[in-house]
């Protein structure tokens, strides 16, 4: 086994193999770019090497950078972690060359399947089925759009390097089929320095299924069972689950043959994926290999009891696999969802800031948090804007989908905005609840996942106040304390008013409405009067940021963190940021919704209109990069396009004005 390992990655990949290492006494160092100086990756290794400034293609994409620290510390192989270099064959063959182990796939391997239109080929010839389309060489813009026609749409065009979504359009007309090429093409490109495409009949209401393989030196592959991990937003990843609901033993065997021929067809070394597209009816096709570890392997791990991370460094140092296929077996059922700072009632549109507040469940045996991030830690717009990954096990899925929403209900964030409380109704969704599982789940559950936003319960606000009561007296009695006079009366918070009853007043804001609560001091308890209606109320802290409340006689928990201005509070499973205000402000002119203002930093990929055009509500206007995906900015309204501040190439910072639309 290696005495020293070099982790190429950051955030939670890194920290997840920092662990196991760290189990078997393996000594680990890392790399890091000027932005990820306090990252905590870098904190849990024992050395780190800067490698550059923020920019992935000036740090982490820098092979010979990476291979340079590796030497320095003298580690004897580089885990690259999933992402950046992890699927680079010349990297690998520069770690080959420099004599240092790349714990993953050979060159050869990750050349085959790194090119979708090649490893299609590839795995007919296997025998591994495939999805009817064209998989071939030319890319002349004609040629393809005749191809689409004979296949028929709807078709997908898919960037034939890469993964995660980018370069992947959905054409359902031949007049769209142009411009579709032209954006696939346009994100393959920026993402993967790769224009070329491949284009597939598209299967209405297909499951994403995937399986994990893993190989050895010694010829030896097996497969780890599978995963569904249909439910995806922009053709990426949301929820993953193992075992596939409804998966008949039949199926998986043949699903897991199939996958182990396509491992065995290049000589597969390590952990890989192959992912399938699965038909309502059960016919299966081969979409791509992963040659690498994924994301979701976690609930590969809680169902099999095993450490993938530990079976890579094994493989890696020439150990044969440490179980046979007939060892292997399913146990329970596990259920993975990933935390992002995004916004999903704005299309999923990633968010950088500052974590002012982070809080997770605490974990267990069933329940397990990854995380490469920690309060105070920054969401960059350089990276991948992921936070943690919440996995819960459980006996069979009810037991694991339970302890899964309580999790999700125990997280706390503040200071960017994240797709938690959309991860908790998609779990305790209809569709999703019931095994209706197909990659449109989100779309066509639409209305029960994006309902209209509801104001703050009173519930909610008679937390926020009563913690922030509680709040002022601690920082009366501290004042009192250190003021020499302990029982001034000016420190206190009891609410006394020369000829009014004993009151505090407070203003909360929140998605536009604003609301007044006043708490009127009693012999028993507190009178709570909220936008006008009345209650008794009771509380007590029960500790650090807890509170158990009675309400007109209904007690229930409640916590409340305070970030700056911000109260975090949930209770009974509703969350809700309110803004504490010094008083009763004037109205305020709202942003009418699709603004021209850059939602984050970013480049302006294309000009879709000039100046002067007149243009329609929710026409394209411009195409902007950030995060590693395009986002269009549409017109938020009919009219005339007076004037465009940027070019196409330039870079823009987040709330630039684009567009001036008249």
């Known amino acids: 086994m290696f005495r020293k390992i070099l982790i190429a990655n950051r955030g939670e990949i890194a920290c997840r193999v920092a662990a196991t290492a760290r189990r078997l006494g393996i000594g680990v160092a890392t790399v890091y770019s000027e932005a990820d100086a306090g990252a905590r990756h870098v904190k849990l290794a024992d050395e780190a090497f800067l490698i550059g400034p923020a920019p992935a293609a000036e740090s982490y994409l820098r092979g010979e950078r990476v291979i340079e620290a590796a030497k320095r ?8 972690g999933y992402g950046f270099l992890s699927e680079n064959e010349a990297f690998a063959r520069a770690c080959a060359a420099a004599g240092i182990v790349f714990i993953g796939p050979t060159p050869e391997a990750i050349a085959a399947m790194g090119d979708k239109s090649a490893a299609k080929r590839l795995m007919e010839k296997a025998g591994v089925p495939l999805v009817p389309g064209y998989h071939g060489e030319k890319q002349d813009p004609g040629f393809l759009a005749k191809e689409a026609q004979k296949i028929g749409f709807p078709v997908l065009i898919k960037a034939s390097a890469g993964g995660g979504g980018k370069g992947m359009r959905i054409v359902t007309k031949a007049a769209e089929f142009q411009g579709g090429l032209e954006g696939a093409q346009r994100e393959a490109k920026a993402a993967f320095g790769d224009a070329h495409v491949l284009i597939e009949r598209y299967l209405e209401r297909p499951r994403h299924i995937e399986v994990q393989v893993f190989g ?12 569904d991990c249909s439910v995806q937003r922009r053709h990426q990843k949301v929820l993953e689950e193992a075992p596939a609901p409804g998966m008949s033993d039949k199926r998986r065997r043949e699903m897991g043959e199939a996958a182990v021929a396509a491992a065995r067809a290049v000589g597969y070394v390590g952990a890989g994926t192959v992912e399938f597209i699965a038909e309502p009816e059960g016919r299966f096709y081969f979409m791509e290999m992963n040659t690498r570890l994924q994301v979701e392997h976690p609930v590969t791990e809680m169902i099999t009891g095993l450490d993938l991370v530990e079976w890579q460094l094994r493989v890696a140092a020439g150990e044969p696999l440490p179980l046979a296929q007939k060892a292997l077996a399913i146990r329970g059922h596990a259920i993975e969802a990933r935390l992002y700072a995004e916004d999903p009632e704005r299309g999923f549109l990633p968010q950088t800031g500052r974590l ?9 045996d069933a329940v397990r948090i990854d995380t490469g991030v920690e309060a105070g830690a920054t969401i960059s717009p350089h990276y991948d804007p992921m936070i943690a990954k919440l996995i819960a096990w459980g006996e069979d899925r009810p037991a694991a989908l339970a302890r899964l929403a309580a999790a999700l209900a125990g997280v706390e964030i503040v200071g960017v905005k994240t797709n938690v ?14 095994g209706d599982l197909d990659t449109g789940l989100i779309e066509r559950s639409r209305n029960e996942l994006f309902p209209p936003v509801q104001a703050a319960s009173h519930e909610l606000l008679a ?20 003021s020499g006079d302990p029982y001034s009366p000016w420190d206190s918070v009891d609410g006394w008013r020369l000829n009014q009853g004993s009151h505090h007043r407070f203003v909360f804001a929140e998605h536009g409405r604003r609301h007044e609560v006043t708490l009127q001091f009693r012999s028993t308890g507190f009178g709570l009067t909220i936008d006008g209606r009345e209650y008794a109320l009771t509380a007590e802290r029960t500790a ?4 158990r409340l009675q309400l007109d006689g209904r007690v229930f928990e409640a916590r409340a963190v305070h970030v700056a201005q911000d109260w975090l509070v949930s209770a009974g499973g509703a969350r809700v940021v309110l803004r504490l205000e010094e008083g ?11 603004s021209l203002a850059a939602p984050m930093p970013g480049k302006v990929i294309a000009l879709l209109v000039k100046p002067g055009a007149k243009v329609e509500k929710g026409a394209p206007l411009l195409i902007l990069e950030a995060m590693k995906m395009e986002h269009t900015i549409s017109a938020p309204a009919d009219g ?11 870079q823009v910072p987040e709330g630039a004005e684009l567009l001036t639309l008249e």
């Open 73 to 80: 510390c003298g580690a004897q192989a580089i885990h690259p």
């Open 463 to 482: 937390a926020a106040a009563m913690a922030e009561l509680l709040e002022e007296a601690d920082e009366g009695r501290a004042r009192a304390a250190g």
């Open 216 to 227: 050895d030196t010694q010829g030896a592959c097996v497969y780890l069972f599978e995963r």
């Open 356 to 364: 002012a507040h982070l809080r997770f469940p605490q974990a267990a």
């Open 640 to 650: 005339v396009v007076k004037a465009i501040h940027f070019a196409a190439g330039e």
């Open 584 to 594: 009763l402000p004037a109205d305020e002119d709202e942003s009418a919704p699709g």
């Open 421 to 434: 409380e959309f991860l908790e109704r998609v779990v305790r969704s209809r569709a999703f609840g019931s």
């Open 544 to 547: 650090p940021g807890s509170l």
